[in-house]
């Protein structure tokens, strides 16, 4: 079945330090995003990113779809940057597929 | 702002007792989702709608229905709910199939 690895599972930073996140999925993907669920359960969409390399202030996102990964950059991390950092990949029409995310504990 | 919104964000119902959680969305997508996720899993889709034609999830039990009544509305219906599906619904869309996905805020579910 369709795998998608999210590493590392959890990161604890000190706030103003940097960080990346991995995805690794294990087919081609037509879809990639990269979503924040903050503490009150939502998920936000981070970058919309099946190839290439986009920013939106201090993140990041980088994927190279032929090696079949894609990274997230946190720059001078905040407190509220804390939460669960999923990464969703869709393959073809199947339905979109999450992987298991890593929990970001940013400490004042 | 257009968005996807739940109703209510925060629900209370008694085992058994048929609950019907709400969304609305202003982006005129063609797509709608229902999505559920429990305590430190990855959210887990129940079905979707593309337009008016309804795509259920082949393990998504019979308890949980949908409709559809217009493009803006859609509603998640648990026929008699079990101590096992509280959790947080999430409903999202995407303006066709394999685009970017919006999600709503959720509405967390208590099952006394």
């Known amino acids: 079945g369709i795998q998608v690895e999210q590493s590392p599972p959890d990161l604890i930073l000190q706030e103003g330090a940097n960080s990346t996140l991995r995805c690794n999925f294990s087919d081609s993907v037509n879809n990639l995003q990269w979503f924040h669920q903050n503490p009150w359960g939502q998920l936000i969409n981070l970058f919309y990113?099946?190839?290439g390399t986009k920013q939106n202030g201090r993140l990041s996102a980088t994927t190279v779809a032929t090696e079949r990964y894609s990274l997230l950059y946190i720059s001078s991390s905040q407190t509220t940057d804390s939460g669960v950092y999923f990464c969703?990949?869709?393959?073809?029409?199947?339905?979109?597929?999450f992987g298991t995310g890593t929990r970001l504990t940013i400490i004042p | 702002d257009a968005m996807v919104i739940q109703n209510p964000r925060y629900q209370v119902t008694q085992f058994g007792k048929p609950v019907t959680l709400s969304c609305s969305q202003t982006l005129n997508h063609n797509v709608m989702y229902w999505y559920q996720q429990k305590s430190s899993q990855a959210p887990k889709l129940l079905f979707h709608?593309?337009?008016?034609?309804?795509?259920n999830e082949a393990d998504t039990p019979d308890n949980f229905q949908s409709r559809r009544p217009n493009t803006s509305f859609c509603f998640l219906d648990i026929r008699s709910p079990g101590l096992g599906d509280a959790a947080m619904y999430l409903c999202?869309?995407?303006?066709?199939?394999?685009?970017?996905?919006?999600f709503g805020p959720g509405t967390r579910l208590t099952v006394l």
């Open positions: 969703a990949v869709l393959f073809g029409n199947e339905k979109l597929t």
């Open positions: 999202a869309t995407s303006r066709d199939q394999a685009l970017e996905q919006f």
């Open positions: 990113i099946p190839s």
């Open positions: 709608y593309y337009d008016k034609d309804f795509n």
